[in-house]
C-alpha cells in the first residue's frame, strides 16, 4: 500500500497508473473494487492533483459510461475531465450519477472537489443541479493536495455558492475551503469572501455562524503560528512569504467577522427597542440619533403627545 512518505516514486508512476485504470475500472464492475481503490489511494499519495489521462483518451467515454455509478464518482474528479469531448453533457451525466451514489465520506470528498473544479470554470457552475450544491454541507475531509481545494477559493465558485442562497451552504463551503493548506488564491475571491461576510453573514441571527466561522480562523491560525514545521509536510515548496501571505488573508477574514460581530446590536438591546416600541414609543427616522454606548443607530422617541379633554371637570 502506497502511504504519504512514497509520493515522489508515485509521481513518476502517474502514467502507468492511468493506464491500469481501464483494467481497475471493469473489475469495479465486476464486483471487485480493490484493485480501482488501490489505485485511486495511490495517485492520492502520490500528491498528484490529476494524473495523466491522455493516453487513454480514446477509450474515456466507453470506460466512463459503462462504470457503476461508484466508480464514475471516484474516479472522474482525478482525471482530466476537461481534455474530454462534450464538458456539458459529461457534467450532466456526473451530476445524475452523484445522486444515485450512497453517500460516504470517500463519495463525499470526489463529489465536492468536482464540484469545486467545475465551479471554478465559471459558466460550468450553471449546469450543476442545486440538491448537488447540498453535499458542501456534509463537509467531507477533503485532502491537502486535491484539486478542488486549491481551485475552490477562486472568484467564479465564490459567485456559484453564494448563488444558492443557502446559508448553511454557504458556512459549509467556508469550512471546507479555509483550511491551513489552502493559500486563498487570487485577490478577487479573497474579496468576494470578505464582502460576502459583511452581506450574508450580518444581523444577530448570524451569530452562531459567525461564532463557527471564526473558531475556524482561529483553529487555522494556530496551525499556521507553527510556522513551516507543519505545512512543510505536505508543501516542500512552501516558503516564509507565501506563508506570511496566508497568515495575512486568514487574519483579515477574522477581523471582518469580528468587525460584523460587534456592529450587530445585542439581544439585550433588540428587547429593549421591542419593549419600549410596544409601551408606546416608536422608533422614527426623523428623530434618530446615536446611543452613547454605540449599540444601535436609532433611539426611540416618544409618540405625539395629545392633550386630554379637561371639559369633563366642571371646577377647572
Avoid at 454541507?137 to 459567485?159: E, N
Avoid at 463557527?212 to 480562523?217: A, G, N
Wanted: proline share 8%; with cysteine; glycine share 6%.
Amino acid at each position: 500500500m502506497a502511504e504519504a512518505e512514497d509520493h515522489r516514486p508515485l509521481q513518476s508512476k502517474c502514467k502507468a497508473i492511468a493506464a491500469l485504470l481501464p483494467y481497475a475500472v471493469w473489475q469495479e464492475r465486476d464486483g471487485q473494487p480493490e484493485v480501482l481503490d488501490m489505485l485511486l489511494h495511490a495517485i492520492g499519495a502520490s500528491r498528484e492533483r490529476q494524473f495523466t489521462w491522455s493516453r487513454i483518451e480514446r477509450s474515456a467515454i466507453t470506460l466512463l459510461v459503462r462504470a457503476t455509478p461508484r466508480a464514475v464518482v471516484l474516479t472522474v474528479p482525478r482525471v482530466r475531465w476537461r481534455q474530454l469531448t462534450g464538458t456539458v453533457p459529461l457534467i450532466r451525466w456526473w451530476a445524475a450519477t452523484v445522486l444515485e451514489v450512497p453517500y460516504t465520506d470517500e463519495v463525499g470528498q470526489s463529489v465536492v472537489d468536482m464540484l469545486f473544479q467545475i465551479a471554478s470554470e465559471g459558466g460550468l457552475a450553471q449546469h450543476i443541479p442545486v440538491p448537488i450544491w447540498s453535499w458542501l454541507t456534509k463537509r467531507p475531509p477533503l485532502p491537502p493536495t486535491c484539486l478542488g481545494r486549491y481551485l475552490g477559493a477562486r472568484s467564479p465558485v465564490v459567485d456559484a455558492v453564494r448563488a444558492c442562497k443557502d446559508i448553511e451552504v454557504l458556512k459549509s463551503y467556508f469550512l471546507l475551503v479555509w483550511s491551513e493548506w489552502d493559500d486563498l488564491q487570487g485577490n478577487h475571491g479573497f474579496n468576494k469572501m470578505c464582502a460576502s461576510i459583511r452581506e450574508d453573514f450580518d444581523g444577530i441571527g448570524m451569530r452562531p455562524h459567525r461564532a463557527e466561522l471564526i473558531q475556524r480562523l482561529d483553529h487555522i491560525l494556530e496551525q499556521l503560528d507553527r510556522g513551516l514545521e507543519h505545512p512543510w509536510l505536505q508543501y516542500p515548496d512552501l516558503v516564509k512569504p507565501d506563508l506570511w501571505k496566508m497568515m495575512r488573508r486568514y487574519r483579515k477574514l477574522r477581523e471582518v467577522l469580528r468587525e460584523v460581530e460587534r456592529r450587530t446590536p445585542s439581544s439585550l438591546t433588540t428587547r429593549f427597542l421591542h419593549t419600549n416600541s410596544s409601551n408606546g414609543y416608536a422608533c422614527s427616522s426623523s428623530h434618530a440619533r446615536s446611543f452613547p454606548c454605540g449599540t444601535t443607530g436609532l433611539i426611540c422617541s416618544p409618540r405625539p403627545f395629545t392633550c386630554p379633554d379637561f371639559s369633563f371637570y366642571p371646577h377647572l
